[in-house]
């Protein structure tokens, strides 16, 4: 194995060690010791593999390191995902880019179920990946619980 680039998500840190995934691969790399990393953190860096057995990782450079929040918004959907949200069956799931960067997307759940459906959102893993593979700086969640809109923006 040689080094790798790319961009890395912290799913997990602690004193010792910490552990990245490849937002694009999704390869997950263990880290023989905590760089200074915290969890949800996403860095543009360089690993490389530990001799001599090369299973852990340790990052040899950071070029970019941030944090990407994910906040609920106040405000309501857009008309367009309003519009995306008339061509779904519930349980769907409509994407769209944004003009510029980022992408919408839009889920269509019961109403019953659509604070659930936020917080499942805006704790979810894959909200981070996502917006770090697009390579946005927030993530902004709008919903309309009597209709079951959920619209999820990553933003510039």
């Given at each position: 194995m040689s080094?790798?680039?790319?961009?890395?998500?912290?799913?997990?840190?602690d004193d010792d060690s910490a552990v990245l995934a490849d937002v694009r691969d999704t390869h997950v790399h263990t880290l023989s010791s905590n760089p200074g990393v915290e969890t949800g953190e996403v860095l543009e860096a360089t690993v490389s593999p530990d001799p001599p057995m090369e299973v852990t990782w340790s990052v040899t450079a950071v070029e970019e390191r941030k944090e990407i929040p994910v906040e609920r918004?106040?405000?309501r959907p857009t008309t367009q995902a309003y519009e995306m949200h008339d061509d779904l069956a519930e349980g769907d799931?409509?994407?769209t880019e944004?003009?510029?960067t980022g992408e919408v997307h839009v889920?269509?759940?019961p109403p019953e179920q659509t604070e659930d459906a936020v917080a499942d959102v805006a704790d979810?893993?894959?909200t981070l990946e996502r917006a770090a593979r697009l390579g946005v700086n927030?993530?902004?969640?709008r919903f309309d619980a009597d209709e079951g809109v959920v619209s999820v923006r990553y933003l510039p």
């Open positions: 080094e790798k680039s790319g961009t890395f998500l912290v799913t997990h840190a918004s106040a405000e799931i409509a994407t944004r003009a510029g889920l269509a759940v979810d893993q894959a927030r993530v902004e969640i």
